[in-house]
């Protein structure tokens, strides 16, 4: 039987249709049906171009005996993403958007009626046309020119664009903003607590511009601390349902990439009207605690307030107040730095987990390029911080989530995490052993957390260090936000929330609004709306964490491009069928040593034991062995390093 009639055979064996996502493995495309069936097989030249996400409406074919059901694409009904970014080839007859192949299989071709401007060579961002079946490529149209390949605004708008994020904000959104009326009016002082006069600082990093929060502290007269937690009102000048309220529910987060800040709020809410700048005055929710010198909370109100940030440190400045003893506000750093000693003891008996890992950062010039990289480390100027945000976010979560007695707990808005995966944790456990380490993987809750923080300190200035604290991220569940509280397991917090970073947070927005309402004895807000924005800014912020980490990549690779053909000691970070990562000692950046430049022996994945095994000579490349690398190419397109071995 020809090829032609076996094809004709198949197609008339149609068994009917079934619509579902598709999801993309290894380079090749499936179809997870809605219904919960067996995964479906597409071929390539079966996917009328459906990507990642799509869902789709799909002819399945009769099924072969032992091979998994195939069927072919007949109607996209709902693209996940109708935009995509790519460069412009451009000829004389026709024009092409190359995309990244991760992102979109196929040449997405543009007629000339539909170029708009656009020039050879360029970034550009190209949306698709109505779904059509059998076209050699996909059609589409300019909608936006980034700039050219390898600018640094183009690349860094790309990768925004890349994660459907915005990169520019609407003309009337900004106009909006701009109307607001800065001046605080004695009428609305009189509303507050007024603490003006109480030496109150803040303490961010030192390019930071839009400030959320402030503290205060001092001794009261029964012997007590008096502390303030301080968050800007931002719900204060933004309504709900406003159009800058809108947006910024949209938007659900600012994105912070290496060498910019793309707001959640237009730039004159959060880095002027509502940022607590110096000697500006200020309204603030606040939180105002008494405690004893053992951190124990005596009493506490929640309450809206005025105040006046008299200093703002960065975190270097607190620091070496905090170290010598010396400086502005000593005292009152040295006493928050006591019992935020104290408060994180506290939690870590508790079954706090302690990720303190180091942070990478990046020297660049005026132009973007990146001329070092460094590593952050926490230390006790940060942990001041994160005490007592983590003191006023748990507070809030209690005051409102904790139902009194014989009443119904109101709908609030919860940051939550899970417990760990159990499976993913033995795998983790059995990874570590390679390297003499163990962990308890059952049991009490306590006593697993108390085992991972052990591991944890164990590798502390270890060469795997980098690696086995980024397996122990990834065996964590991640956190979210939700109406339902399951607790924060992370922390070993009961109650939490986020309330104490409105002008970068959505999430932080409706807690203030929710923690007014219910102050002022407001009924029970709907369930379903809030968990709908809940999804909607857990969603938003897990595409700006992947930009913030593509941006890094990108700077990474630009960095290392100056050092192509050089010699550098990294350890084996990663390990897949197509080849092993690795990860650079020196600063952190990693890179891939494709498995087609491994020339010595034919290598087979051994997924189990994380490596690849020479099929001849048994030579293994395994996750967290030692090697030395050269520097090979530096692609900036695909954001990748690839490395040879040395």
Known sequence: MSKKQKSKNKQSARTGYITGTIDRQ?????????????IVFIPERKTNHAQLNDKVRVFLYARVKGSMPEGEVVEIIKRARESFVGILELSADYAFVVCDNHVH?????????????????????????????????????IIDILGDKGDNDAEMHAILAEFGLPYKYPVKVEAAAQAIDAGITPAEIAKRLDMRKVPTFSIDPHD???????????????GLWEVGVHIADVTHYVFPKSIIDKEAEKRGTSVYLVDRTVPMLPTHLSNGICSLNTDEDKLCYSIVFQMDDDARVKDYRVVKTVIRNKRRFNYEEAQTVIETGRGDFKDELLAFNQLAIILRQKRFEKGAIAFDRAEVKFEIDENGKPLSVYFREQKEANNL???????????????????????????????VHDLPDPEKLKNFSQFIRKFGYSLKTSGKQSSVSSSINQLLDQVQGKKEKNLIETLAVRSMAKAIYTTE????????????????????????????????????????????????????ASAMEQLASNAERASIKYKQVEFMSQFVGQVFDGVISGVTEWGIYVELIENKCEGMIPIRDLDDDYYSFDEKNYCLVGNRYRKKYQLGDEITVRVARADLDKKQLDFVLA
């Open 208 to 222: 930071a511009k839009d400030l959320d929060d402030a503290l205060s502290i001092r001794k009261l007269n029964n």
């Open 26 to 38: 290894k380079l090749k495309t499936f179809l997870i049906p809605d219904d919960g069936g067996e």
């Open 385 to 415: 911080i994160e005490e007592f945000m983590l003191l006023a976010n748990r507070t809030v979560a209690m005051h409102i989530g904790k139902p009194s007695q014989n009443k119904k707990a109101k709908t609030f808005v919860y940051r």
């Open 485 to 536: 509280n399951i607790g924060h397991y992370g922390l070993a917090f009961e109650y939490y929330t986020h309330f104490t970073s409105p002008i970068r947070r959505y999430p932080d927005m409706l807690v203030h609004r929710l923690l007014e309402h219910y102050e002022a004895n407001g009924k029970n807000v709907n369930a379903k709306e809030y968990e709908e924005m809940c999804e909607h």
């Open 105 to 141: 299989t196929s040449d997405i071709f543009v007629p000339k009626d539909k170029l708009h401007g656009a020039k050879n060579g360029q970034k550009v961002i190209v949306k698709l046309m109505d779904f059509e079946p059998n076209l050699k490529s996909p059609v589409g149209e």
